[in-house]
């Protein structure tokens, strides 16, 4: 029997009918104007929240990502657990990930061997209402459009080391066909400006490959972004901006908002 994950958040983040939101996905990522003869990065910094407020900074990386769909067959990612605590990593034993446009395929022997050597438990509780990953799916789908397997990780309180060695396992030797995206939102409910300037200093240390100047409130998804930058600073890799908004620059209201960015690494 298949073990399938239903959408936990279809209708809430992004709309439940299929037309609706492949259209949706589509016009944002039409809007990307993203460069062919860009190299294709070894991985991303996407946000996560509803798509009328993040999608748009989202579409950055997915723009990406379709100009490059014949070189990706497996995406690892990797964000928060809002709702279920989570001590390091956890993975699914899910093998399929349902969303309006249809499954997905789990990378079921990655996540089994991440469980099996301990970087990770196998656990389907904190997955199960979680949409940090799952809001990324529907751009993956009209994206890349053919049968990329996931491989997807909750990261809860771990050390930096521990997140980077996870994910450089999850990753592989050599990574081919293999993109990171790391989910995450900056900073929470501050005002604009305060959100902006805080947000510009999160950014930096991205930049920079900074993993410790990254404070525990400068985004929620904080351990997978730490681990993902201290990941890349082992590899050597550099990091660019692509966006950055806040949710005031879409639907939201300026004295409380949600911070986003794209970035690229590789």
């Known amino acids: 029997m298949v073990a399938v994950r239903a959408p936990a958040v279809a209708g809430r983040f992004y709309p439940a009918d299929p037309d609706a939101l492949a259209g949706l996905v589509d016009a944002m990522l039409d809007a990307v104007a993203a460069d062919p003869d860009e190299p294709l990065a070894s991985a991303y910094v996407v946000p996560h929240a509803g798509y009328r407020y993040s999608g748009p900074t989202a579409a950055h990386v997915y723009g990406r990502l379709r100009a490059h769909s014949k070189e990706v067959s497996r995406v ?4 928060p657990a809002h709702y ?20 997905v395929s789990i990378d079921v022997d990655g996540c089994a061997a991440l469980a099996r050597a301990g970087h990770a438990t ?6 199960e209402p979680e949409h940090s ?3 990324q799916l529907p751009f993956l789908q009209r994206a890349l459009r053919g049968d990329v397997h996931v491989l997807p990780i909750v990261a809860g309180r771990a050390t930096v080391d521990d997140v980077a060695h996870t994910l450089a396992a999850a990753i592989g030797d050599p990574p081919t066909g293999t993109v990171v995206l790391c989910s ?12 902006r300037a805080l947000d510009e200093r999160t950014v930096r240390a991205v930049l920079g490959l900074a993993p410790e100047e990254i404070g525990a409130r400068n985004a929620c998804g904080v351990y997978a972004l730490r681990g993902l930058v201290g990941w890349a600073e082992c590899q050597r890799l550099k990091a660019s901006l692509l966006d950055q908004s806040t949710s005031a620059d879409t639907a939201g209201d300026p004295s409380r908002v949600v911070g986003y960015a794209a970035l690229a690494i590789g």
């Open 184 to 195: 995450t939102d900056l900073s929470h409910y501050l005002d604009d400006a305060s959100a």
């Open 84 to 103: 279920v605590p989570v001590r390091g990593c956890a993975v699914p034993s899910t093998s399929q990930w349902l969303t309006p446009l249809g499954a």
């Open 122 to 127: 196998s656990d389907d509780a904190p997955h």
């Open 133 to 135: 990953l799952e809001v």
């Open 76 to 79: 690892v990612l990797i964000g």
